[in-house]
């Protein structure tokens, strides 16, 4: 396996120090570019296009929480229906063990 040369590390450590300070604008220019992409093409559905928009929210926000796994499912199980059900699925799992990981023990059931 190679190493990390100084150089990359320098230049990843400038590109982390970019991406996190403007994480709020690069979700909001990706979504615009996102929106006008949809709507100029006119190939997706609306409900493709709100999967997408927060597909992008997902993936680059500051933060996550486990509520955040479901706010996509309805759109995929109109989207597509195969998928959404492994989708929510997986993301019920996820949440399952992250409540069972951070249960205190006690009742009525408290995490």
């Known amino acids: 396996m190679s190493q990390v040369t100084p150089v990359a590390k320098k230049l990843i450590a400038n590109i982390e120090k970019v991406v996190i300070g403007k ?49 996509i499912v309805p759109l995929l199980l109109v989207i597509l229906p195969r998928l959404g059900n492994l989708y929510g ?8 063990v992250d409540y069972f990981m951070n249960w205190t023990g006690g009742f009525p059931l408290y995490s």
């Open 89 to 96: 699925a997986a993301a019920g799992l996820l949440l399952l």
């Open 23 to 71: 994480r709020q604008e690069i979700i909001l220019a990706l979504v615009a570019l996102w929106a006008v992409t949809a709507r100029l093409l006119g190939r997706w559905s609306l409900y493709e296009v709100a999967a997408v928009t927060l597909a992008i929210f997902l993936v680059f926000t500051a933060g996550f929480g486990v509520q955040y796994t479901v706010m």
